[in-house]
């Protein structure tokens, strides 16, 4: 069973468009939600998280809104640029949940286009 | 600057062949995690090290085995490697297992002749 799921799959936007990727989980013991960005070849890059006792967190051009009673999660890029073209996965730990292991989302490839 | 260190950043072993993958780390966390990652698939956690209690995924098969020798390096050991265990090998840590976040190393790709 997949405990979080992400959508898109894939995403297109214009340059200076807003980029919108949508996580749902199920376990209410989730308490972390990373997002975290992948380019090529490289590892996975910590990008921005937010706890469930906030419902939205902004750090520059990225935001994360939250809905803790519909148990979903969102990554928002505003004035997306071809330098955020990337793989981005959520993710979800519980700190008293199995070992706080992160489920991740199947990932979204964004390509933004100039 | 970097802080999680993986070695090789490339490796090729021959089918059957035993391979060691190694992580160094320079940031003095507590947990160390091995995560295996196919294309266009998310990492999948292999096993994880709270300090020295090592921690195994169910379904991660008995072909691989994992060392921690001090805090700051972990050994990814597959002893018979197979040609589906061709894939990007990930290391993170964590500054303990309680909702931190996991800072992850450039990963090391595996493949298999």
């Known amino acids: 069973q997949q405990q979080v799921k992400q959508s898109p799959q894939s995403l297109i936007v214009q340059k200076g468009g807003i980029s919108i990727i949508n996580c749902a989980y199920e376990?209410?013991?989730?308490?972390?939600f990373p997002w975290y960005q992948q380019f090529p070849g490289k590892g996975p890059a910590l990008l921005i998280a937010?706890?469930?006792?906030?419902s939205e967190k902004k750090e520059g051009r990225f935001t994360i809104s939250f809905n803790k009673s519909a148990k979903q999660f969102s990554l928002h890029i505003m004035d997306s640029q071809p330098g955020d073209s990337a793989t981005y996965f959520c993710?979800?730990?519980?700190?008293?949940?199995?070992?706080?292991?992160?489920?991740f989302g199947s990932g979204t490839k964004l390509n933004v286009k100039p | 600057d970097a802080m999680v260190i993986q070695n090789p950043r490339y490796q090729v072993t021959q089918f059957g062949k035993p391979v060691t993958l190694s992580c160094s780390q320079t940031l003095n966390h507590n947990v160390m995690y091995w995560y295996q990652q196919k294309s266009s698939q998310a990492p999948k956690l292999l096993f994880h090290y709270y300090d020295k209690d090592f921690n195994n995924e169910a379904d991660t098969p008995d072909n691989f085995q994992s060392r921690r020798p001090n805090t700051s390096f972990c050994f990814l050991d597959i002893r018979s490697p197979g040609l589906g265990d061709a894939a990007m090998y990930l290391c993170?840590?964590?500054?303990?297992?309680?909702?931190?976040?996991?800072?992850f190393g450039d990963g090391t790709r595996l493949s298999i002749l």
């Open positions: 937010i706890r469930p006792d906030v």
């Open positions: 993170a840590t964590s500054r303990d297992p309680v909702s931190q976040p996991q800072h």
């Open positions: 376990n209410t013991a989730f308490d972390y």
């Open positions: 993710a979800a730990s519980g700190s008293l949940y199995n070992f706080n292991k992160f489920y």
